[in-house]
């Protein structure tokens, strides 16, 4: 359903101002409802944990913990998506003191310095990650405890030696003995709105990683608010899909799933997404761009595979012009071999993390997989703005969060500036860095960095991030992401970034696109020598500058041989320096020479 008159009309829901209310609301609503659903060994069926279940294990788990003298300390969780993961977060924040969630992708120096840095005592880890964690016992002066969020299909018995080294499921039994002789100091801990729950450690794509302090009423308002704008269905499935340490997937996947009362299904892999999503009978995912757009494009390989490409081109078309994507019954036959690859539930997919190509989201509506996109970030738990799951615009990030004001600022003349935003979950700044907590946060407004605008609607449009506007020495602004959206529209090209090349000849900024090209197409198309990418590139950038007025252009090409290096969300790390290797450019290809 998409509709205009559903502008303004929230959904209702019990307020909330902090985790615990969060978790036991929906334990007493809901107790023998699966709250995740998972597979500790793959092929095997999905397991699974009702709240209640869960819900015991995390007052044993917490009751455990303060037995060990951490109340009020700084526990870390890293490794794969689980439910033992989300177990270790729950029960830290709702009643035992700061979470630390780390991204297990890190390597292992970088992991040792964020511990160091949030002064962490215990760390939450994963039985693929122990091995490697284990030296940070020694080289991290204030981590005490290692504990493994063990499952039981594996044998634990070398690390007895060591009595820092525990297990999550034995803390759980000690809790349970502790809880029965009559300990209720954790059950009876007192949790305040405005207590820091959580330090997050941004993945971002430039610089220092800088660790965002978010409050319970941060997080537990941010749940709250978004889901006015959208409802899981009553009883409904979310496939948990990124990873569970960022703020998108904790609080938007995993949060939001628990305060409604819905189940989490542990995703196995990228590569098991459309199986899992059918397996368990999911209705909702949320996922970053390239996600869809890789589903997307399997889509129409598939039915060029099938020789119906035609056929599906006929019907998007026909779907769109009729207006059927309010009409489930006709999209589902329609499009029912697309449908039964995932299931007869599907509700809504929800992309976010970066700009989705608004195309992706027209050809899934028109199919009958509803779809919308939001826009947020670490440093407001993480949503400011969403589309309704009742009305939306494809191309929009959405509307402000009820609670949340949003204003721009700084506007140039075609109503263009920086998104500055105000509400219950903005943060409460960085953690021992108030130099760029003065920078972003101002008079209690946020300043994100992102530049947008308005419609007339009141809809939220993103433009592109300040750090990566190009400014020419004739004052004109270029955004990035706007010239990439247009270079990408284009199948050959799998990757790019623009930016702005100092150019000595003219000394000023020359518009420049880095591209990884989709060379599995293009071999396909008989296209392999440098000399004949190179061509094919240049006829595609040409189109694509013809759509575009001339300062936005793109003037020089670099080709590359290798992927863009990305964070866990699969966002290109823009800043790195290592993106901007290449394999050779216009002016080798044109000499001869090789770069």
């Known amino acids: 359903m998409n509709n205009k008159k559903y502008d303004g009309v929230y959904y209702e829901g019990p307020y909330v101002e902090t985790l615990k209310e969060v978790i036991e609301n929906t334990v007493a609503e809901y107790p023998d409802r699966t709250a995740y659903m998972y597979k500790d060994v793959h092929k095997d069926p999905f397991q699974s944990i009702t709240y209640k279940e869960f819900d015991v294990q995390r007052r044993a788990l917490g009751t455990a913990l303060l037995g060990m003298g951490l109340k009020d300390s700084k526990i870390a969780v890293t490794g794969e998506n689980s439910h033992r993961w989300a177990l270790s977060y729950f029960t830290v924040v709702t009643g035992v003191g700061v979470i630390v969630p780390i991204d297990k992708s890190l390597q292992i120096g970088e992991i040792e310095n964020l511990l160091r840095r949030a002064d962490v005592e215990l760390l939450f880890v994963s039985p693929k990650m122990v091995d490697s964690l284990i030296p940070c016992l020694?080289?991290?002066e204030s981590l005490r405890y290692l504990v493994i969020t063990d499952s039981p299909e594996k044998d634990y018995s070398k690390y007895r030696e060591d009595s820092r080294i525990l297990l999550q499921s034995e803390l759980v039994k000690v809790g349970k003995r502790k809880l029965r002789e009559g300990h209720c100091e954790y059950e009876e801990a007192e949790v305040n709105a405005d207590d820091l729950s959580t330090i997050l450690f941004t993945s971002g794509t430039t610089g220092l990683a800088k660790g965002v302090m978010l409050s319970h009423r941060n997080l537990a308002q941010n749940v709250y608010n978004m889901s006015k704008f959208f409802?899981?269905?009553d009883g409904g499935r979310v496939l948990s899909v990124l990873p569970i340490h960022h703020a998108y997937e904790m609080s938007c996947t995993v949060m939001t799933s628990f305060y409604q009362g819905a189940t989490v299904v542990i995703c196995e892999g990228l590569k098991h997404i459309q199986s899992n999503f059918a397996e368990a009978e999911c209705s909702v995912m949320l996922g970053v761009p390239l996600i869809f757009e890789n589903m997307h494009r399997k889509v129409w390989k598939q039915a060029e595979k099938r020789g119906s490409l035609s056929k599906l081109q006929r019907g998007i078309a026909l779907s769109k012009k009729m207006k059927f994507q309010n009409h489930p019954r006709a999209t589902r036959k329609m499009f029912q071999t697309i449908h039964k690859l995932f299931g007869k539930n599907h509700y809504m997919f929800i992309a976010g993390g970066a700009a989705i190509d608004p195309a992706v989201i027209d050809d899934f509506e028109a199919m009958g997989f509803?779809?919308?996109?939001?826009?947020?970030?670490?440093?407001?738990?993480?949503?400011?703005?969403?589309?309704?799951?009742r009305y939306r615009k494809s191309a929009a990030a959405g509307k402000p969060l009820p609670g949340t004001e949003v204003r721009i600022v700084d506007e140039n003349e075609e109503g263009i500036g920086e998104i500055i935003a105000k509400g219950p979950s903005v943060m409460q700044g960085y953690y021992k860095d108030p130099e760029n907590t003065a920078k972003t946060l101002r008079d209690g407004w946020l300043y994100t960095g992102d530049y947008g605008y308005f419609d007339e609607d009141g809809f939220l449009f993103i433009t592109g991030r300040k750090k990566n506007v190009i400014v020419t020495k004739g004052g004109k602004n270029i955004f990035p992401e706007e010239v990439e959206y247009y270079l990408q529209l284009d199948e050959r090209i799998q990757e790019v970034i623009v930016y702005g090349k100092h150019d000595d000849t003219k000394d000023d900024l020359v518009c420049t696109a880095i591209i990884y090209p989709n060379y599995s197409v293009l071999?396909?198309?008989?296209?392999?020598?440098?000399?004949?990418i190179y061509r094919v590139l240049r006829k595609i950038v040409d189109d694509a500058n013809d759509k575009m007025p001339p300062y936005k252009?793109?003037?020089?090409?670099?080709?590359?041989?290798?992927?863009?290096?990305?964070?866990t969300t699969l966002k290109i790390k823009r800043f790195e320096e290592q993106n901007y290797e290449y394999k050779f450019d216009d002016r080798s290809i044109h000499s001869g020479r090789r770069v």
């Open 523 to 532: 071999r396909e198309q008989g296209v392999q020598e440098d000399g004949e």
């Open 231 to 233: 409802r899981i269905p």
């Open 138 to 140: 020694d080289a991290v």
């Open 553 to 567: 252009r793109v003037k020089r090409i670099e080709v590359r041989d290798e992927e863009f290096i990305k964070t």
């Open 370 to 389: 509803p779809m919308f996109q939001g826009y947020g970030m670490t440093e407001c738990s993480p949503i400011i703005a969403m589309n309704s799951d």
